[in-house]
């Protein structure tokens, strides 16, 4: 799911590189591709400070404790304030303050608030989280300028059949917006399934993730984005906020390319294969502009 900028640009400069007989990226296509993965990254971070601040009211039911990882020891949240405010005996508000600018141990500065409303358990069937936004923005890179403001209402709804069966979330994101520091826009809303795999603790989380998303980039070009196979997420691999899937395939879709973005097999690493057109496949290692 979510790549930042810098892996973006590493992508297209491989593509280029390639011989004349492969289909290369053109500038429309870049900027479709950064659409999406800058949009994709800046909102799966906010979903999964989402699930922090929720391990925190469940910990205070007396359900499952908040690891280390988990809840108020959250290290994106070292600088910021929180707070919970409880509505009744199963629901509440958390609001994840970070002020005029808070910046966490990977480098990335968050400013504003991310507010996050939740309607029951979040294990229990009906449950209902909306994450909103006030003034939020974050930097998604210590080596860069640049900056996103996000807008729009993240929606997490719990459709599992019951308790005991595996806990599925239908999750979809509306009238979502991107402003970005140089003034430009992109639109994005998604509506997926998210199928949960609970491990001993929370840190040994998975989910699977499939569906759609769909937007306009910022020079008003229109994309969708489908989910070929199930995209794989494990939350070890997320110790060091690297939101990439271990497994899984997806397809971008613009009036002019269409481009694969394939996992691998399950490896908890930084390894994409890109395919653009049916062209020829490109490993590309995306670790080294983390």
Not at 36 to 59: H, P
Not at 113 to 130: F, K, M
Request: hydrophobic content about 30%; some cysteine; charged content about 25%.
């Amino acid at each position: 799911m979510s790549k930042n900028l810098l892996a973006v640009v590493t992508i297209a400069t491989v593509l280029y590189s390639c011989s004349e007989s492969d289909v290369p990226l053109n500038s429309d296509d870049q900027i479709a591709v950064e659409t999406e993965s800058t949009i994709e990254f800046a909102f799966e971070d906010a979903d999964d400070m989402m699930n922090s601040g929720l391990a925190v009211s469940d910990a205070d039911a007396g359900n499952r404790t908040s690891s280390d990882d988990e809840g108020e020891n959250d290290d994106r949240w070292r600088c910021a304030s929180f707070s919970h405010e409880k509505t009744g005996d199963i629901s509440g508000i958390i609001r994840i303050d970070f002020g005029d600018g808070c910046t966490d141990p990977r480098g990335r500065t968050r400013k504003g608030a991310v507010l996050i409303s939740y309607q029951g358990r979040r294990w229990q069937p009906g449950s209902v989280v909306e994450t909103t936004f006030e003034n939020y923005s974050i930097r998604p890179n210590q080596d860069s300028d640049l900056e996103v403001e996000l807008q729009g209402v993240r929606r997490v709804e719990n459709i599992s059949e019951s308790v005991l069966s595996s806990p599925t979330f239908h999750v979809t994101l509306t009238n979502g917006l991107a402003t970005f520091s140089d003034g430009t826009t992109q639109e994005r809303t998604v509506d997926r399934t998210r199928k949960g795999i609970r491990g001993a603790s929370p840190l040994a989380d998975s989910w699977e993730i499939t569906g759609t998303a769909e937007g306009k980039n910022r020079l008003g070009v229109t994309y969708t984005v489908s989910i070929q196979e199930p995209l794989l997420f494990n939350r070890a691999c997320f110790r060091e906020r690297v939101f990439i899937p271990v497994s899984g395939k997806k397809v971008i879709t613009t009036d002019t390319r269409t481009i694969t973005v394939d996992y691998g097999a399950g490896a908890c690493d930084n390894g994409v294969t890109i395919t653009v057109d049916g062209g020829v496949p490109r490993e590309v290692d995306l670790s080294r502009r983390r």
